[in-house]
């Protein structure tokens, strides 16, 4: 029993191994501030004659828990460059304000949880301020119990992470390691615990590790996710970003840039969302396609019937649209929705538009091109007109009102690019997804009609007149 | 085959027991290399024209992939497409010059009696007549089958072009006339390769009259037998004789193939 009691003992006591390799390592800014601040004698004067010691005892500082912090992580208004000065009425004043950097990362609804904050919370309230610094010290705070045992790993590493723990990299840049525990608890990943992920990393044990760059940090995190989401991240290999990504662009996304890294959302069918990731860095297209017919019914209506990006690019193997094995995919794209009965009913839209597509010239060629492809690379002499070269890709617009003219010219341009030659009356040889009516093609519809009327006739006929042969050559015999 | 050009002197080197010729030219060379030019134009037409009209169907894509795709299928049915065109322009101007200069008579042209001919053929098949109609140089039915295939063809010339040429076509055409030229070059084709392979193929080979084969657009030649049968006012014309000598009236009296065995006529 006591040898249990020993051990939990020592437990408690014993502070995490990675502590000790912390505390002799500040930040360079720190060491810089250090220099003036570590020495004694320094002093502030208030303007009611009162000082307070400027000293911070470097010793002291890095045994503390906020050793891991640089100066300027709390004193924000201050860096190498910069030393502002500053005015107070008095000690009490100084200190109170003091008492706000705290506070701004251990907040209100954190102290609340604890009786002894929440009684101070509750007299500040009734206009007596409590200084931090009173019970905590400043620069030397400590440990409450010198050491805790913690309920869970997040909790352990929530000790430090749930605030603005601050990472320097090679090339100077600072990020803030924080991960917020009420978005982590509502993230898909809150079952999780932190060196699920994080391997390599835990309460024995905290690697050092050196990036370049904050975005070669992001990069290498980004890895982690392929431990469980293997599927996913074989398709982003096929994918343009990736591509991008192994040619040496950096800024292509990875996971992360859209899943985020601790804040993972079930993206499922939210589409606004889903557009909204894409656009931060595909701005233009963004804008664009917001102004479509497709963005306007999405944004403006709350739509979701409407394609968003990945329902054409794909969410993780997005190929490059600048490839005739894309062009070609088009029409199928397209006929998700537009052949998709159930849907265009809503819309009085009519799923002719991809049959007539498909069944004309245009259409058939790009089937059999595609036929072509699947036994051997197959590079057409021109691209066949798809969906998209007459009604924009992004920039779709109703068919009907006002952006009509804009689809008839797109037409003619469209044409042009095959079809060299094409005067303004081209575009009519295309009858517009319409079936022949009497109405809108009266000449086609006429010719449909009179052989399909003749040609059962002649075969009718045809067949009688040997019918009648054969009979009366064997009635002869 | 509006006029003819078969030199029938030739074929009085074969006699039968009688005298008579026992078999008759019928086409000349010229026809005969014709009409196989005909032929072999109108499959290529066909194999790769049909599987462009029946691109959903498996033998279609099948054909079209042996091809080389879907250009080189369109590629050979065009070059196709212009052989075929000078053949039919060698066909009329060969009919018109045949018509002024060396004064042919024009046997395709279709004449009031093969409208009694069908009236008549009715009437025999349903037993209301004892004999078939008598016919001269082409009876009815060939008439049929070939001015469908004369004037398909040159309908298939006319919309073959313009969809082949399109933004032409549309300079002093209306537009519609574009997918109105693809539904007839469409269904014309598909009328005319019917009709060749209902009508022509029995005609030629499963006919009771002419079963395995009929031969004449083979060898030129023809049997006086089938002539007599099948063509007694131009065997008359032939031999000089009047119609009803080789009909033998063509009423009551005994069946052609007896008439062989009757003394020669004058």
């Known amino acids: 029993m006591a040898a249990v009691a020993g051990a939990i003992i020592t437990a408690l006591a014993t502070p995490p191994a990675h502590a000790a390799a912390l505390d002799r390592q500040v930040s360079e800014e720190t060491k810089y501030c250090l220099g003036c601040h570590g020495r004694l004698g320094a002093v502030k004067r208030f303007s009611n004659g009162e000082s307070v010691s400027v000293h911070v005892d470097p010793a002291k500082f890095k045994a503390s828990v906020h050793r891991i912090l640089s100066c300027t992580g709390c004193h924000e208004e201050f860096s190498p460059d ?14 109170a304000r003091a008492s706000w950097i705290c506070r701004k990362c251990h907040r209100n609804e954190e102290l609340r949880t604890r009786t002894v904050h929440a009684s101070l919370l509750d007299r500040e309230q009734e206009g007596k301020a409590f200084v931090c610094a009173d019970c905590h010290g400043a620069h030397e705070v400590m440990p409450v119990s010198g050491g805790k045992v913690y309920a869970s790993e997040e909790k352990y590493c929530l000790n430090c992470h749930a605030y603005g723990m601050p990472m320097t990299f090679a090339d100077g840049a ?90 993972t959302a079930y993206v499922g069918k939210d589409r606004v969302s889903i557009a909204r990731k894409c656009s931060s860095c595909h ?52 006929s998700n929705c537009h052949a998709d009965e159930e849907i265009m009913a809503k819309y009085g839209l009519s799923t002719d538009v991809v049959r007539t597509y ?40 109703d068919t009907s009102g006002p952006a009509s003219t804009v689809l008839r010219s797109n037409l003619l341009q469209r044409c042009r690019m095959c079809h060299k030659d094409a005067t303004a009356d081209f575009p009519d040889t295309w009858l517009s997804h319409y079936g022949p009516t009497l109405k809108n093609a009266p000449l086609v519809f006429i010719i449909t009609w009179a052989y399909r009327i003749l040609m059962p006739l002649m075969l009718a006929g045809l067949l009688l007149q040997v019918f009648l042969h054969v009979w009366r050559f064997l009635v002869n015999r | 085959m509006i006029y003819d050009t078969a030199d029938n002197t030739k074929s009085s080197a074969r006699t039968n027991r009688i005298g008579r010729p026992s078999r008759i030219r019928r086409f000349s060379a010229y026809r005969i290399t014709e009409h196989w030019c005909v032929v072999g134009l109108f499959l290529v037409l066909v194999v790769t024209g049909l599987s462009q009209r029946f691109y959903y169907l498996e033998v279609s894509q ?10 080189a299928t369109r590629l050979v049915h065009r070059f196709a497409g212009v052989l075929f065109s000078l053949l039919v322009l060698e066909h009329l101007v060969g009919v018109a010059f045949g018509v002024m200069f060396l004064r042919t008579q024009p046997s395709m042209v279709i ?16 037993g209301l007549e004892s004999r078939p109609s008598a016919c001269s140089r082409y009876d009815y039915k060939e008439k049929f089958v070939y001015w469908l295939v004369a004037t398909g063809g040159i309908i298939m010339v006319m919309t073959g072009f313009a969809l ?78 009047s119609s009803e000598e080789i009909t033998g009236g063509w009423g009551d009296e005994p069946p052609a193939e007896t008439q062989d065995d009757a003394p020669p006529g004058s």
């Open chain 2, 62 to 71: 099948w054909t079209i992939l042996l091809i080389g795709g879907i250009d």
């Open chain 1, 174 to 263: 600072v990020r803030s390691a924080v991960v917020d525990p009420v978005m982590i608890a509502a993230s898909v990943h809150s079952n999780l615990s932190c060196s699920d992920c994080h391997f390599g990393f835990s309460s024995e044990r905290h690697l050092k590790r050196r990036f370049r760059s904050e975005r070669e940090f992001v990069l290498a995190s980004a890895e982690l996710c392929k431990r469980c989401h293997f599927d996913k991240y074989q398709k982003r290999m096929g994918s343009i970003h990736y591509k991008l990504l192994s040619q040496g662009r950096l800024d292509a996304p990875s996971c992360t840039d859209c899943h985020g890294a601790h804040y």
């Open chain 1, 82 to 95: 910069m030393h502002p000065e500053r005015t107070f009425r008095g000690l009490q004043q100084y200190r």
């Open chain 1, 283 to 334: 701005k233009k297209v963004f804008v664009t396609y917001a102004n479509s017919v497709h963005g306007n019914a999405l944004f403006n209506e709350a739509n979701h019937d409407v394609p968003t990006c990945v329902d054409c690019h794909s969410p993780h193997n997005i190929k490059d649209p600048m490839v005739s094995g894309y062009h070609d995919l088009i029409p199928e794209m397209c």
């Open chain 2, 111 to 126: 004449t009031k009696k093969d409208f009694l001919d069908v009236r008549h053929n009715i009437r025999y098949y349903i």
């Open chain 2, 164 to 241: 082949w040429f399109p933004a032409q076509a549309v300079r002093f055409l209306p537009g519609q006339f574009i997918p109105a030229a693809k539904v007839m070059h469409s269904n014309e084709g598909m009328l005319i390769f019917l009709l060749l392979a209902v009508w022509h193929i029995y005609d030629s080979i499963f006919s009771p009259d002419v079963f395995p084969l009929d031969t004449s657009m083979f060898s030129g030649y023809i049997s006086r037998e089938r002539m007599v049968r099948e063509h007694p006012l131009e065997l008359a014309e032939l031999e000089g004789v």
């Open chain 1, 358 to 397: 498909l069944s004309d010239f245009h259409g058939v060629t790009l089937g059999l091109y595609k036929k072509q492809k699947s036994d051997a690379p197959y590079k057409p002499a021109r691209p066949i007109a798809v969906c998209t070269d007459c009604h924009g890709t992004h920039n779709i617009t």
